[in-house]
């Protein structure tokens, strides 16, 4: 008997055993699928979980939560699959193991040994019109995850080292793909350019994003570190073209490091991270660390890693469409700005939709926060070994990022 009545929006599917519509399935977020018992030996064989109304697809995957559901006919005989409820606190903590970013000691030893080659390239083509470069991303904030992660070099110039901030942008850029165009892919970014080496004799991919900075009068940088940034393209409600981006980058990692909840605070940004990495897109890391920080200041946070998660998100939900998020290190300006009004609604949106998604069943925290299967905890590898022993089909772990 066929799985019936499945609504995506406003198009309703018949699926069968034709082997397009069963790959389309399983393709799309294999780990959801497989939670719920639709794998493709399940889907083919009509066995299906018995449940009223089933949400396939997340958010995360552009579809509308209210209208992606597959409902089944009354007297449908199926196999039913019952399982216990997930315990969400269990799950996170397991998130957050397995994308640690000390489990990809060759990976993450590559980088930087990447990013020292760039350092040191810089360094000998700008001589004394350079200052020394360093970390500035996630990775020097404790917030990284192993999946997808790249470095963030801040390169900070003198003043007189180039006329204006388009001409040290273009520079650079230009510098880098003359000496990197035979190993990598060099491309223009919101403010930064981009290194993606091609893939290793490991199959690993290298990326490295250098961030030029001049700083604001002649020798100034080395009493406030505060550097101008050049935005090439626009960036939220930030214009391309803009000169007004000024910051202090080392004060930016310093108010994560020091921050009164830092623990938590990594944890719950390292879970939105892992949230948008499943999603596809979503808003800059820096970002999503300023708007957590916030959260914690402005409401009474306690309780395991659920109950903040959760808390976290109602507040973005409620408060991200008029909050303003000064940067750490300029005041002047809003971080805020780097998403527009409509992507401010989409992430009050989303982060709705998760809330109420798990609340009405907690299994749906694994359609949203999902283990890296590359490095499972022991409970995920013995559902796995279960679903072997049930001939179901589980999916190929997927390679780091």
Not at 127 to 144: E, L, Q, R
Not at 170 to 182: A, I, P, Q, R, S
Request: net charge positive.
């Amino acid at each position: 008997m066929n799985i019936k009545n499945c609504q995506i929006g406003s198009a309703r599917t018949n699926w069968h055993n034709s082997s397009e519509k069963n790959n389309t399935l399983t393709s799309i977020g294999s780990n959801p699928l497989r939670d719920y018992g639709l794998t493709t030996a399940n889907v083919r064989a009509n066995r299906v979980p018995e449940t009223p109304s089933l949400l396939l697809f997340p958010l995360s995957f552009g579809i509308d939560h209210s209208k992606a559901r597959c409902k089944y006919p009354e007297g449908n005989s199926y196999t039913k699959t019952k399982k216990m409820a997930t315990d969400k606190n269990k799950h996170l903590e397991c998130v957050l193991s397995s994308h640690k970013i000390s489990k990809e000691q060759g990976l993450l030893d590559k980088h930087i040994a990447k990013r020292n080659e760039v350092k040191e390239a810089l360094e000998e083509k700008y001589g004394s019109d350079i200052y020394s470069p360093f970390n500035s991303g996630s990775y020097a904030k404790n917030t990284a995850v192993n999946k997808k992660f790249d470095f963030d070099l801040m390169a900070p110039f003198k003043r007189d080292a180039f006329d204006t901030l388009e001409k040290m942008y273009t520079g650079v850029h230009d510098f880098l793909y003359e000496k990197y165009k035979n190993v990598a892919t060099v491309r223009k970014q919101k403010v930064s350019v981009g290194l993606d080496f091609f893939a290793d004799v490991d199959g690993d991919v290298i990326k490295i994003d250098v961030v030029p900075g001049r700083e604001l009068n002649q020798k100034q940088y080395t009493e406030d570190d505060k550097l101008n940034l050049y935005v090439y393209s626009q960036f939220g409600k930030i214009e391309s073209g803009s000169d007004r981006l000024r910051s202090n980058v080392k004060a930016q990692i310093e108010s994560i490091r020091n921050n009164a909840e830092k623990s938590s605070v990594r944890q719950i940004t390292r879970l939105l991270k892992v949230w948008k990495i499943c999603k596809g897109n979503g808003p800059k890391s820096f970002f999503l660390e300023l708007i957590t920080i916030k959260a914690f200041d402005k409401k009474d946070i306690a309780g395991e890693i659920w109950d903040k998660l959760k808390a976290v998100m109602e507040f973005i939900r409620d408060e991200v469409k008029d909050i303003a998020l000064p940067d750490p290190g300029n005041g002047g300006n809003d971080v805020a700005d780097t998403l527009t009004d409509f992507e401010k609604g989409v992430l009050s949106d989303d982060m709705k939709y998760m809330i109420e998604r798990i609340e009405e069943n907690s299994d749906n925290v694994k359609l949203y926060y999902m283990v890296n299967e590359k490095f499972p905890c022991d409970d995920e590898k013995s559902d796995k070994y279960d679903e072997k022993k049930k001939g179901m089909s589980v999916p190929p772990p997927t390679r780091f990022g």
